[in-house]
């Protein structure tokens, strides 16, 4: 079987998992075909993002896909929930404060820890593509470097900065 083919299957099982424990109760089996997902642009320039289900700038549990343009980074910052990330296409980033740089590509699990501070983004060549769910909404702020005062406003649901489409 080819490497896309597993990708697609894990994919799949972790919607189901996570449609399973959503909020909501569904009535009635759901297929998503990808003509008819659709993307909207993310809260940072360079990402794109497309709500499978809940809602990740609201609050309780959500699954989303993400893309990020090849070469995006985001320097230091940290989430208040746990994200779970399946990596569909592309080659994620993430490196933990103090640690090393990992690189993960289609197939791999990355589990980032509510509160922990990292870099993260999408490796140079190829735009990413990956799955995330967590248990309530989405949020990031960014870390300043040691000894540079107080910690920045980070970007929120609502937050004002946003374009209209997703405050």
Not at 73 to 84: A, D, F, K, V
């Amino acid at each position: 079987m080819k490497r896309s083919g597993i990708s697609v299957s894990v994919l799949v099982l972790l919607v189901l998992l996570g449609s399973s424990l959503a909020v909501y109760a569904a009535d009635k089996d759901l297929v998503m075909k990808a003509d008819s997902i659709k993307w909207e642009d993310g809260p940072i320039k360079g990402t794109h993002v497309a709500k499978l289900w809940g809602d990740w700038t609201k609050g309780g549990e959500y699954g989303v896909l993400v893309r990020f343009d090849a070469g995006l980074m985001n320097s230091m910052h940290m989430h208040t929930q746990t994200l779970r990330i399946y990596v569909i296409k592309g080659t994620f980033v993430h490196q933990s404060e103090g640690g090393v740089e990992e690189k993960a590509g289609p197939g791999s699990y990355v589990m980032q820890v509510g509160g922990g501070h990292h870099i993260s983004g999408c490796a140079a060549g190829a735009d990413c593509e990956f799955f995330m769910m967590s248990e309530d909404k989405f949020d990031m702020t960014p870390i300043p470097p040691k000894g540079r005062g107080m910690r920045s406003e980070g970007w929120r649901p609502g937050h004002p900065s946003l374009p209209p489409s997703l405050s």
